[in-house]
């Protein structure tokens, strides 16, 4: 009898060993387990949920993905609705106000008489403010890489990386080199005397090669083709659509790659976007504005000199004094003629910011004294010259920088493969929510997110 009782209890306490085991993993099970996962982060620059759901947009890979994968109607984006502002949030999970990156690159102060300049090859360390979801996979001891991403440059957390302007000894150029997919001279000139179509492509053939042979945990992977398109043709129009549909032929690669590797039954994909676009038929001149007020002295067609300054960043603007001590002085001169222009619809200060998910002056150096809204239809550029205030837009037909609350700067959204139920159909969601959904989808902490993981996508 005794034995009995004594192997009951035996048997008893192996359940609820392996109950426990099986139920609270180990922080060592959990990174096992994340290196045996990928994930595959796409943005397709300017893909507007309103141009991706027309019907007749030819994505027939991206269609697969939505299909057999789960997706959202909508995204917000954050503002500035720009390129690095909003691939930084992605990549960090927090608006603009704590992730700091306000422009396609570091708004420099060059003095109190000068006009201010962005530098954009600066360190990601000089730009961003956060931690990124691909700065916690790399301490996680999982392996990351990036094709063409932005404010990324010289990170220390990538393991393999083909920048948007490629490095001639850097390992993946190196190796493409050898394997003959590019010369050396071309990647020594890579951005001269070629196209965003090529570009696009070489990218593609880093971003394949870097799957197969090194076959990441995290990538992430950007091309800039439909941008240029919108910018140039107009969201719509026949060229917009031509470079939707030729970005999906590299989407397809990616998914191509992800099966030769052998990594299909572990990967997740996830593609999204940094913002949506709008036509534009007029552009605005501020700087023209403020040179007549006599803010603004050139010589030789330049800014000699100047007491005030406008960046101009598409359907938006910020406002500078460039001496802060004249900040009181000068505003209540600057403010009026810009909300005066033709084609202005909204003029915020800089105490207004946090409303709109960016930071105030004292928070942050590179952001504006006011910040200008462009009215549907109109966008501003950065002219000094001339006489006129506003001119019909040639050549630059769409643009970005509009209000996040503008619908037609919504994102799109889908997630497919590993993990990811099927069939899913998500309301809003917004960018924020990108990063700790990854972090989730890896099994790795990701506490510092303001974004909500996206739990009704997961098996």
């Given at each position: 009898m005794r034995i009995n009782y004594l192997q009951s209890i035996l048997s008893k306490s192996?359940?609820?060993?392996?109950?426990?085991?099986?139920?609270?993993?180990?922080?060592?099970?959990?990174?096992?387990?994340?290196?045996d996962r990928t994930v595959i982060l796409i943005t397709v620059d300017g893909l507007p949920s309103w141009i991706w759901k027309n019907?007749?947009?030819?994505?027939?890979?991206?269609r697969r993905l939505a299909k057999e994968g789960s997706v959202a109607d909508v995204m917000t984006v954050s503002n500035p609705s720009i390129t690095w502002i909003n691939h930084t949030t992605i990549a960090t999970g927090v608006t603009p106000r704590k992730h700091g990156v306000l422009f396609n690159g570091l708004l420099v102060r060059r003095g109190p008489t000068l006009p201010p300049k962005v530098e954009p090859w600066r360190d990601k360390a000089d730009l961003v403010h956060t931690p990124t979801i691909y700065d916690a996979a790399y301490k996680a001891g999982l392996k990351t890489a990036q094709i063409d991403w932005v404010a990324i440059l010289n990170s220390g957390t990538i393991n393999y990386e083909f920048l948007e302007i490629p490095k001639p000894d850097g390992q993946i150029e190196q190796e493409l080199i050898k394997a003959g997919i590019i010369t050396a001279d071309e990647v020594q000139n890579f951005m001269k005397g070629k196209n965003i179509v090529w570009n696009d492509w070489m990218w593609t053939q880093a971003g394949c090669h870097i799957i197969e042979k090194h076959k990441p945990n995290l990538m992430f992977f950007h091309l800039l083709g439909t941008d240029a398109a919108n910018h140039n043709h107009g969201p719509g129009s026949t060229g917009s659509h031509s470079a939707y549909a030729y970005t999906d032929k590299f989407i397809g690669d990616?998914?191509?790659?992800?099966?030769?590797?052998?990594?299909?039954?572990?990967?997740?994909?996830?593609v999204t976007t940094d913002h949506g676009f709008k036509k534009v038929n007029k552009v605005i001149h501020p700087n023209v504005a403020l040179r007549q007020a006599g803010l603004i002295r050139i010589k030789d067609s330049k800014v000699e000199s100047c007491d005030a300054y406008i960046?101009?960043?598409?359907?938006?603007?910020?406002?500078?004094?460039?001496?802060?001590?004249?900040?009181?002085?000068?505003?209540?001169?600057?403010?009026?003629?810009?909300?005066?222009?033709?084609?202005?619809?909204?003029?915020?200060?800089?105490?207004?910011?946090?409303?709109?998910?960016?930071?105030?002056?004292?928070?942050?150096?590179?952001?504006?004294?006011?910040?200008?809204?462009?009215?549907?239809?109109?966008?501003?550029?950065?002219i000094c010259t001339g006489e006129e205030l506003v001119a019909d837009s040639k050549n630059y037909l769409g643009t970005h920088g509009y209000p996040a609350s503008d619908p037609e700067l919504d994102?799109?959204?889908?997630?497919?493969?590993?993990?990811?139920?099927?069939?899913?159909?998500?309301?809003?969601?917004?960018?924020?929510?990108?990063?700790?959904?990854?972090?989730?989808?890896?099994?790795?902490?990701?506490?510092?997110?303001?974004?909500?993981i996206l739990r009704e996508i997961f098996k």
């Open positions: 192996i359940l609820v060993f392996l109950i426990l085991t099986l139920s609270t993993p180990s922080s060592y099970t959990a990174q096992e387990l994340a290196k019907q007749a947009l030819v994505m027939p890979n991206l990616i998914l191509t790659s992800i099966e030769k590797s052998g990594l299909r039954d572990r990967t997740t994909v996830i960046m101009v960043q598409g359907g938006m603007a910020f406002v500078y004094i460039t001496d802060p001590t004249k900040k009181a002085e000068l505003l209540p001169v600057v403010k009026p003629i810009c909300a005066g222009l033709e084609g202005v619809a909204e003029v915020f200060d800089s105490v207004d910011a946090p409303k709109l998910g960016m930071p105030t002056t004292e928070e942050n150096q590179a952001m504006g004294d006011l910040i200008l809204f462009a009215k549907t239809g109109f966008a501003f550029k950065d994102g799109m959204f889908i997630a497919w493969g590993y993990g990811i139920k099927q069939g899913v159909k998500l309301d809003r969601i917004a960018n924020i929510d990108v990063a700790p959904t990854i972090a989730e989808s890896l099994g790795i902490p990701f506490p510092t997110a303001e974004g909500r």
